[in-house]
């Protein structure tokens, strides 16, 4: 038993991407730490969130920190793409695998691809293998804000979220989550990538109504 | 003096669909396509490293591989891991010219551990068994009988049969679905299209 994280749910809109997790850290099913961050700013371009093993992805995370920082000590102008971060980590994944010891997470990688002015957004797994998806959700979020986002994304037609629909299908995944995954947790926090840079929101709360459940179910409010 | 490969866009993982636009069938060189099935982390893997050597090669030869070279590449890299095999069931399939000057259309298919062979049609996959037998009832006139029709493999017979194929692969196996990438290869180059597929 180790500490691992839930869910991580990521949406692309026109412009960008939310990428959102929420704030504990499991020990089995004891909710152990209540404070865990687990999408982090990588760069001006890139975002990353992680489930799964938190020591693992804690080591992967400093790794990446590291690259931004020899990135900014060279000063040459250029920064860490979210490709190159997105392949980066799906080699460091995949050579674990092969070794036999991998790191035990499923990463999202979430960034902005200033070249091609497009969002970009792709998963990598602790197995080593990687796809790009304009709607991801790892671990628990596969079952249960998958279906949902892809539902809300198929009745687009291609066209792709704005940035209200993108938010209102991940606050619904997160509150989803919270209400149906025994070790969901109410409080998540939210990134958001687009041309303009990365940012980090405060820490937000579910809001599911349980008052509308069966009356035999008690003990949570919110 | 042309060859098609089709394939699936579909990546799952157990009963859960990870993705529905994964593109399985990518190009090698000017006049060859790689199409990979098995576990999708070797597959990328494969596929960088091949790619790596196919730009080596060009350099050092001043020409891009051609697909019987490209096919035996593979083969040794496949080799190279035989005690802990890269999960790749592959596909080559280009064109290419023989002595004459004349081009023709190869498809080469292998195991895991990279033996290989040419043949005029071939499937791989989860898929693989059951789109093998109607290809070669249709493509190498297999299996039929004395007065059955032997209808010779133009190009848009050859893309109807493609279409067919993978329409009924994906009718019977959960795992292949969404989207069906067919690509054509002549000596001009790598053509794909798309082809709507059952998505459930």
Redesign the interface.
């Known amino acids: 038993r180790r500490v691992h994280g839930g869910a991580v749910v990521g949406v692309c809109y026109d412009q960008g991407v939310l990428l959102a997790a929420d704030t504990v850290g499991s020990f089995g099913s004891l909710a152990k730490l209540k404070h865990v961050s687990r999408v982090h700013k990588i760069n001006d371009m890139v975002a990353v969130g992680f489930s799964g093993d938190l020591a693992d992805g804690d080591c992967l995370l400093n790794e990446l920190q590291n690259m931004v920082i020899d990135d900014s000590v060279l000063d040459d102008g250029t920064e860490l793409s979210p490709r190159a971060v997105f392949c980066w980590l799906t080699r460091v994944l995949h050579h674990r695998r092969n070794k036999l010891d991998p790191f035990y997470n499923q990463f999202i990688v979430a960034g902005f691809d200033k070249k091609a002015n497009k969002p970009f957004m792709g998963c990598v797994n602790l197995l080593g293998y990687s796809w790009e998806e304009s709607i991801i959700a790892t671990g628990m979020g596969l079952h249960f804000a998958l279906p949902y986002m892809r539902s809300q994304q198929e009745a687009k037609s291609g066209v792709p979220f704005t940035f209200e629909e993108a938010q209102t299908v991940l606050t619904k995944s997160m509150a989803c989550l919270y209400a149906r995954d025994c070790r969901g947790w109410p409080q998540y926090q939210v990134v958001k990538v687009d041309g303009a840079g990365v940012v980090k929101s405060d820490v937000q709360y579910s809001r599911v109504a349980f008052k509308e459940s069966a009356d035999y179910i008690e003990g949570r409010n919110s | 003096n042309a060859e098609y490969m089709g394939g699936h866009t579909r990546?799952s993982e157990g009963y859960?669909i990870?993705?529905r636009?994964?593109e399985r069938i990518q190009s090698i060189g000017k006049n060859c396509v790689i199409g990979q099935a098995g576990?999708?982390?070797d597959?990328?893997?494969l596929y960088k490293v091949l790619q790596t050597r196919a730009k080596i090669f060009e350099f050092d030869h001043g020409q891009a591989l051609d697909c019987h070279s490209t096919a035996s590449l593979l083969s040794n890299l496949l080799y190279s891991r035989r005690f802990?095999p890269i999960l790749s069931y592959c596909l080559v399939a280009g064109v290419e010219q023989d002595s004459q000057g004349q081009w023709k259309g190869r498809v080469y298919g292998y195991d895991v551990v990279g033996s290989f062979e040419s043949r005029p049609c071939e499937a791989t996959g989860e898929a693989g068994t059951l789109m093998l037998p109607l290809l070669d009832n249709q493509v190498e006139f297999k299996n039929l009988g004395p007065n059955a029709e032997r209808v010779p493999l133009t190009r848009e017979r050859a893309v109807g049969l493609i279409q067919d194929v993978l329409q009924a692969a994906t009718e019977r196996d959960i795992m292949t679905g969404d989207f069906g990438q067919i690509v054509l290869i002549d000596k001009d180059g790598v053509q794909q299209r798309r082809i709507p597929l059952r998505r459930d």
């Open positions: 990546l859960s990870l993705s636009d994964v576990f999708h982390g597959n990328q893997f802990f």
